[in-house]
């Protein structure tokens, strides 16, 4: 799916983070840049960590008042796609006939999904989240929170990089938190 998505056309869109604002301040931060339907709230990690999303000269310019507000940290994302924005929820980004490309079974362990936390297990349900996830808000850190209260203890990124992993790691510290890198690193290291 995500070859699909390089293959359609990007215009000039990014991501970043950033930390020590709470979600209206944000809000407020958006709006105050004139950037409202240009930068979206993408994820939400904590109460005061959120990935934005849209278009990169917008993005910047709510990382500037963000930074002159007093953000505590900003940084970008390498990514040059607005994912988990409404941008990916228009007629000529259908991620539909992508996600019909993907053989997806029914799953044998529960997924949750990231955007409110239900429990998907068929088939159906899974290609469905996988096309929502490209634009709805994710909603990491209740996520985590809620799997880490229901005695999930760990965890293994399974995706591009590993910074789903660096922000939860801040977030459960009494939780184990891999990507594919450290556990093959790890295998590696034991069968040597």
């Not at 997924?111 to 349900?125: E, G, M, P, R, T």
């Amino acid at each position: 799916m995500l070859y699909e998505i390089n293959r359609k056309e990007s215009k000039k869109e990014g991501m970043a983070t950033i930390i020590g604002f709470e979600k209206d301040e944000l809000v407020q931060i958006i709006k105050d840049s004139q950037c409202e339907n240009k930068v979206f709230i993408a994820c939400e990690n904590n109460p005061y960590c959120f990935g934005i999303s849209g278009y990169e000269n917008f993005i910047q310019s709510v990382c500037d008042l963000a930074a002159e507000r007093g953000a505590l940290n900003i940084y970008t994302i390498d990514s040059k796609f607005a994912f988990h924005t409404p941008l990916y929820h228009i007629p000529e980004r259908d991620l539909s006939v992508s996600a019909a490309k993907i053989k997806v079974v029914d799953s044998a362990i529960p997924v949750v999904s990231a955007i409110d936390q239900s429990i998907l297990w068929k088939a159906d349900d899974l290609s469905e989240e996988l096309i929502r996830n490209m634009y709805s808000t994710v909603k990491w850190g209740k996520l985590i929170s809620s799997l880490a209260q229901s005695g999930t203890r760990h965890f293994i990124e399974a995706g591009l990089g590993k910074g789903l992993t660096k922000i939860s790691r801040s977030m459960e510290d009494a939780c184990r938190f891999d990507t594919f890198d450290t556990i093959c690193r790890e295998n590696v290291t034991t069968l040597i």
